[in-house]
Structures are given as structure tokens and as C-alpha cells.
DNA sequence: ACAAAAGTGTTGCATATACACCCATGG
DNA sequence: CCATGGGTGTATATGCAACACTTTTGT
């Protein structure tokens, strides 16, 4: 292939994380503010420009820690958008992925070199996002609605030493509807996505187990 | 952003497409021969690199015409492969997809202007191909035996008027393994994934039912 | 009439759902 | 001593797997 052909040329490579949290019982999306053009003081998911020298992974890593200053969290990948004008300057694909962690354990930066604010939104309440971001976000939901029992990607919501109860509703809280108590433990279990993490707690009214993700999801393969 | 930064710039986009096949039993990748470098005379998956101007959908379906004739069929996409260092020339990102077609019903060309030959190959004797496509390969079989009774990603493989233990046989070839007649005839009829198609054939001994996919492959949320 | 191919039925096990009940602690 | 929250159990329905039988048709 020629490199230098117009057809191929100047194309990039955005990455975009949707970075869920469950703040006091309610379901949460992290927004950044650009500073920048195209999409100036808009609110866009985090993400940035994939460099030459890194794999989509690594690139959403070096993203998320520049514009918020989050490390150490795994994300999932579950789309691709590419329609050629999904970007102004440009043609730009865009890679996204999804994370649920936190928001207590991490300390978002709310000024970067290329942000101008970020915040956690209720995402009933997010709309008129940057770029192509309100379908990314929707699609995102979508996944991890469809996910979150197939997979250990709540683990960075809750690293270790959790509660069921604690689970249970963070669960209810993303889906968006109630869960018999009973029933989820029940699964939970017999679907050996976590596991016993030894010691008891004291913080309710009666102590409580304390729980893990186990380090791989579960893969149910049919026949 | 700057579009002349050189950690951005001279990147490209390859689209990926793993057509499978099964033919008189037998469970096939369609490969390509390269004509030039690099990677020159190796067999690789179908496909190219996706231009400026369209999706990547489009741009498959492009790369798919011109470098097999085979045009009008679906495809899922299943990845994103983004090793840097995986084309020589240029870093080339890869968006993988993955089709079931039926090779009776298709010509394909074994020259165009970058193929010098274009052959199925039965799954298990598939080694040494270009670029990582025996990885993109790999996660392509692995994907399609995971969704082949949750999506319609076989109505390319029998569009319509098949019969059940014709759909049988296949899914056994791909899955590489028996499948109880009566339960698949169950299972299948359960999810609507498939309906009647009217009319009886009579090619076996005894006349058997038609059937054709639904239009939208199925979805099962938990909770 | 028999072999080969298509269709239908039954039974048992596993999983899921919808419930009720017991235990520990703090006020 | 009772309200709150955590843990366990049970009955029913539903889904899946393993199995046997009937029907049609070509030879």
C-alpha cells in the first residue's frame, strides 16, 4: 500500500472510555470539559488521540490519567464509530471502551492542559455531548447493562472486601430496577464470579461477609 | 488537536473480515494471497485498508468486492487489534469482522489487482498467515462458536427456505461437535431466531419444513 | 418391507423465580 | 423489645439434556 496516498491519509485514532460509578445510589458517567476546538466547552467522555507508539490499551490509559488523572483501572472494550464526520478536522475512528470504578477512591482532576472541568452527571440527565458521545454513551449502557453479571467488570467499583448487600445495590442502582436480595446472592455465587474474602465486618446493624471479584469473568458456552 | 503532530499522524485503519463457510462438512476460512509487500505472497484474511471518506462498514464492504468479488453480506464486527508494530510500513490499526457466507453461492476472483489467489481453507490446516491475522483468526472462530444461536450471524450461510437438519449439519461442522437433533430443533424454534418459511421440499426421502432467520438476532438480558 | 430422513414426545436434572423465616445489633 | 439489616431455606416454574418412538418416501 502507498502511504502517501490521499485516501489513506490523515486519519486518527480517538479513544473514548465510558467511566461509570455509583454515587450514593445513583448511576453516574465521569464528563470532561474541552478546552479546546472542535467542541469547545462541550461535555465529551473521557478519551483523547491514540498515538503511533501504543496499542488502543495502553493509549486509553495514558488518555484517562492525563485529562483526569485516573490510573489503574481495566476497561472493556465495546465499540468502534467511524462515520467519516464524526470529527471536524479530520477523520478520526474512534476505539470505546467502558469502566466502572469509584468515585471516592479516585481524586478526578478538574483542570488539565486540555480540560477545563469534569464532573460526575446522572446519566438520565446527559445529553448535547461532543462529537458522537450521546450515541457512545447509550451504547455503553446498553453493554454494561448486558454485562454486568457475565463479567468481573464492576472489580474496580469494588476491589475487594465487599459486602453482598453493598453489591446487591450498586446492582440495582445501574439496572435500574429492584433485585430480590435472595435471588442475587444466589447467583452471584453459583456463578463464581467472586468469592470469599475472609474476614467479617461490623459497619451495619449485623456483621456481614466480605467479598471478591475472582480474577477472570465467566464464559457460559453454549452446547 | 494538531493534525500534524507526528505522534498522530501516519495512521491507518485496516478493516479485517473472517468469512467462514461450510462446505460439504467441512468448516472454512476464505484467505487471500498478497501480491505485494509487505507480507508478499503470504495468505491473509479478506480485506484492506479503510479510506478517508466512508465507515468502516462501508470500507468492508469495498475491500470485500474488490479483492473477492463477494458482495451483499453481513458482517459483525468482533475486535480492534492494535499492536503498533503489526504492519511494517505504517502503524495500521485493524477492525476485525467476521461473516458466514455459503462459497456455492458465491464466484470468488483469485486475481485482482492485489491478490494474486484466493482460496478456502479448512479451519484446522490455517497457519503462518500475514500480518496477526492467525490471532484475529483465532478470536474470530472463538467469537462465532460463543454467538452462533444468539444472533442471526448465519442467515448469510442459509438465507432463506433452508431446512432445520440442514442448518443442523452446519452448526455441528462449526462447532466441531454432535448436537442432539431434537434438542437443536427445540432450542432454535424457542429463541425466534428462526421462523417458517412456508413451503415443504422434497429432496430427502421424507418432506421437511423451510425455514428463514428473523430479521433481528435475539437478545436475552438477565434480571 | 425396510432403510433413511424428518418430525414429535417424555422424563429427569438444573437453574430461576417468588416467596418466608431466622439471626445479630443498636437504639 | 423491636426495627433494621444480613443470612438461609423452600416450593414452583421454567429451561435444558438425554433419551425413544412415529411418519414419510425411495428402492
Not at 456463578?191 to 464464559?219: M, P, R
Request: glycine share 6%.
Amino acid at each position: 500500500m502507498d502511504i502517501n496516498n490521499p485516501l489513506y491519509s490523515k486519519q486518527g485514532i480517538h479513544l473514548v472510555n465510558a467511566l461509570f460509578t455509583v454515587d450514593r445510589g445513583k448511576f453516574k458517567v465521569l464528563l470532561i470539559k474541552r478546552k479546546n476546538q472542535p467542541y469547545k466547552d462541550k461535555w465529551i467522555l473521557v478519551g483523547g488521540a491514540c498515538y503511533n507508539n501504543e496499542t488502543v490499551e495502553n493509549g486509553m490509559k495514558r488518555e484517562m490519567q492525563e485529562k483526569t488523572g485516573i490510573t489503574g483501572v481495566d476497561f472493556q472494550l465495546f465499540g468502534v464509530y467511524s462515520n467519516p464526520n464524526r470529527s471536524p478536522l479530520m477523520r478520526m475512528l474512534a476505539v470505546a471502551f467502558i469502566s466502572v470504578i469509584d468515585c471516592e477512591k479516585v481524586k478526578v482532576l478538574t483542570q488539565t492542559q486540555k480540560t477545563s472541568d469534569a464532573e460526575w452527571f446522572e446519566i438520565d440527565k446527559v445529553k448535547g455531548l461532543g462529537y458522537d458521545h450521546d450515541e457512545i454513551l447509550a451504547d455503553a449502557v446498553k453493554y454494561l447493562k448486558k454485562n454486568i453479571f457475565s463479567s468481573n467488570i464492576l472489580k474496580n467499583l469494588f476491589p475487594h472486601n465487599f459486602t453482598l448487600p453493598l453489591l446487591h445495590k450498586a446492582s440495582e442502582s445501574i439496572l435500574g430496577k429492584k433485585i430480590d436480595r435472595r435471588n442475587f446472592r444466589k447467583k452471584l455465587l453459583s456463578t463464581h464470579i467472586i468469592k470469599e474474602d475472609g474476614i467479617l465486618t461490623q459497619k451495619g446493624k449485623k456483621s456481614a461477609k466480605l467479598y471478591k471479584f475472582c480474577e477472570n469473568g465467566v464464559e457460559k458456552l453454549k452446547f
